[in-house]
T-cell receptor, first 113, second 120 residues
Framework: DSGVTQTPKHLITATGQRVTLRCSPRSGDLSVYWYQQSLDQGLQFLIQYYNGEERAKGNILERFSAQQFPDLHSELNLSSLELGDSALYFCASSVRAYNSPLHFGNGTRLTVT | AQTVTQSQPEMSVQEAETVTLSCTYDTSENNYYLFWYKQPPSRQMILVIR??????QNATENRFSVNFQKAAKSFSLKISDSQLGDTAMYFCAFMKEAGAGGTSYGKLTFGQGTILTVHP
């Protein structure tokens, strides 16, 4: 068990809808990352937060947004969902914003129908 | 930008034997970290081993060891005494080491993965 908690484990929704994925980092970790894993794109970095502030942005669509709250949990919001957004979404956390290994949650499997 | 390449989409090995997974990377950075992560069928991403680029000594974690060749930009993973529980997809990943300034140091860049199957 990595100590990173992601909910829900599975999510099935229709095109055009909006969903929220939640992540609680390991105790003591201040940095949170979001990754998308799909068959064709592999593991893609979406966004990083550190102690509530956005730290780095990757291949995150404008329809997606995220935030990290004062208690350090993070949420990833996906809106106007398309079939191509179906993927496994991982949250990871680390102690620092850099030079620290990432510890991953078990992921949220999103299926858009 | 960094790229990580795993040229072996699939590998298989008999239980108790040794297998080596390959990884190459491209970067202009001199200081960085390299990682191997394991993703079993349960889909959890598990950190296997970590290597700092400034260290010449290859990292070892029990049955897992790496062969880090900085000049060749190569980072292979050797699994000794393979076990059925080693069956998983293995990802090689790169992280820049933070220096003065910049904000893109924490993230990992992953290779496409190698599916390893251990046969009884």
């Amino acid at each position: 068990d990595s100590g990173v908690t992601q909910t829900p484990k599975h999510l099935i929704t229709a095109t055009g809808q909006r969903v929220t994925l939640r992540c609680s980092p390991r105790s003591g970790d201040l940095s949170v990352y979001w990754y998308q894993q799909s068959l064709d794109q592999g593991l893609q970095f979406l966004i990083q937060y550190y102690n509530g502030e956005e730290r780095a942005k990757g291949n995150i669509l404008e329809r997606f947004s995220a935030q990290q709250f004062p208690d350090l949990h993070s949420e990833l919001n996906l809106s106007s969902l398309e079939l191509g957004d179906s993927a496994l979404y991982f949250c990871a956390s680390s102690v620092r914003a850099y030079n620290s290994p990432l510890h991953f949650g078990n992921g949220t499997r999103l299926t858009v129908t | 930008a960094q790229t990580v390449t795993q040229s072996q989409p699939e590998m298989s090995v008999q239980e108790a034997e040794t297998v080596t997974l390959s990884c190459t990377y491209d970067t202009s950075e001199n200081n960085y970290y390299l990682f191997w992560y394991k993703q079993p069928p349960s889909r959890q991403m598990i950190l296997v081993i970590r290597q700092e680029a400034y260290k010449q000594q290859n990292a070892t974690e029990n049955r897992f060891s790496v062969n880090f060749q900085k000049a060749a930009k190569s980072f292979s993973l050797k699994i000794s005494d393979s076990q059925l529980g080693d069956t998983a997809m293995y990802f090689c990943a790169f992280m820049k080491e933070a220096g003065a300034g910049g904000t893109s140091y924490g993230k990992l860049t992953f290779g496409q993965g190698t599916i390893l199957t251990v046969h009884p």
